[in-house]
């Protein structure tokens, strides 16, 4: 790997997130992204869906890759900012957020 790349932040979820979560989050933006559906993407955005997805979907990748992110302290604990505390809310946001939550019948949605 020559460059690091946060997975969390390429999928949009919490460093906390559960395998559910993170799963949900790749469908709804591999249906996004997917070259199939959207003509004006070439691939490389569904390429970083799929290796972060391949990382944090496997138990024992996620803990190797949870290590190498506090050895370089990227995000030592998960940190969420609300609308007053970002600390500049003109940048533009370069990862995609993803809003999951439970129907009444216990189902998770993710939004996109």
């Known amino acids: 790997m020559d460059t690091f790349q946060d997975y969390y932040?390429?999928?949009?979820v919490a460093p906390t997130a559960d395998s559910e979560?993170?799963?949900a989050a790749y469908?709804?933006?591999a249906q996004r992204?997917?070259?199939d559906r959207n003509a004006n993407t070439d691939g490389s955005e569904m390429a970083r869906l799929n290796q972060a997805y391949s990382v944090l979907s496997c138990p024992q990748r996620r803990a190797e890759f949870d290590r190498m992110q506090r050895r370089m302290?990227?995000?030592?604990q998960a940190r969420f900012y609300t609308a007053n505390s970002q600390p500049n809310p003109s940048a533009p946001?370069?990862?995609p957020l993803v809003f999951t939550?439970?129907?009444h019948?216990?189902?998770?949605h993710a939004y996109a």
């Open 27 to 29: 469908r709804v933006l």
């Open 9 to 12: 932040a390429v999928l949009g």
């Open 21 to 23: 979560v993170i799963r």
């Open 73 to 76: 302290n990227m995000h030592p």
């Open 101 to 103: 939550t439970y129907d």
């Open 33 to 35: 992204y997917h070259p």
């Open 105 to 108: 019948r216990g189902r998770l």
């Open 93 to 95: 946001m370069r990862s």
